[in-house]
């Protein structure tokens, strides 16, 4: 995979390309990979009055720690093949985010269980649109066809009825 993504972190968005052979659905859970390489990457401020607004760089590198959300625009198909079909609306609120997809339970589990059973850091959510809850530049109202989510930011989520 060679996508265009979006990294979302309670300070940043960092936009720019991710490159692996691997799924990125089992990347970004592997516990032995802690960071997170963007190339043709460009680095954007969030806070509206920070004073520097948009840096550009051949190659940054994230701490998967620190990233809140991983949006993808166009995830190769089997990324969302390796997805239960099931999917419910729902709404995930973080610190800096409101995140509003579809949630991808098995068979007949309840979506407040998900968390409890879902294996990795970061959970997968599709057909996206991410709202910023306070003043912030350039990402209220963006949309991923697939948006992985780190569970350690989601302070509560619901189903969207």
């Known amino acids: 995979m060679r996508s265009p993504i979006r990294v979302y972190t309670l300070s940043y968005l960092?936009?720019?390309r991710f490159a692996s052979s691997e799924a990125f659905l089992t990347w970004v859970n592997n516990p032995n990979k802690q960071t997170l390489d963007l190339t043709?990457?460009?680095?954007t401020a969030l806070d509206p009055q920070a004073k520097l607004q948009s840096v550009a760089q051949p190659m940054v590198t994230?701490?998967?720690g620190q990233i809140v959300a991983i949006g993808i625009t166009t995830p190769g198909e089997d990324a969302l093949l390796s997805l239960p079909s099931r999917a419910e609306l729902a709404v995930l609120y973080t610190p800096r985010y409101v995140i509003q997809g579809y949630l991808h339970p098995s068979g007949d589990m309840l979506l407040?269980?998900?968390?409890?059973?879902m294996g990795g850091a970061f959970i997968p959510v599709?057909?996206?649109?991410?709202?910023?809850?306070?003043p912030t530049r350039e990402v209220s109202g963006d949309t991923a066809r697939l948006m992985m989510v780190n569970r350690a930011f989601v302070d509560c989520y619901h189903p969207r009825l």
Do not use: M, R
Not at 112 to 117: C, D, F, I, K, T
Not at 128 to 134: F, G, T
């Open 14 to 16: 960092i936009s720019g």
């Open 40 to 43: 043709d990457a460009h680095i």
């Open 62 to 64: 994230v701490p998967k």
């Open 112 to 117: 407040s269980n998900l968390l409890n059973v």
């Open 126 to 134: 599709t057909h996206v649109q991410l709202h910023a809850l306070v």
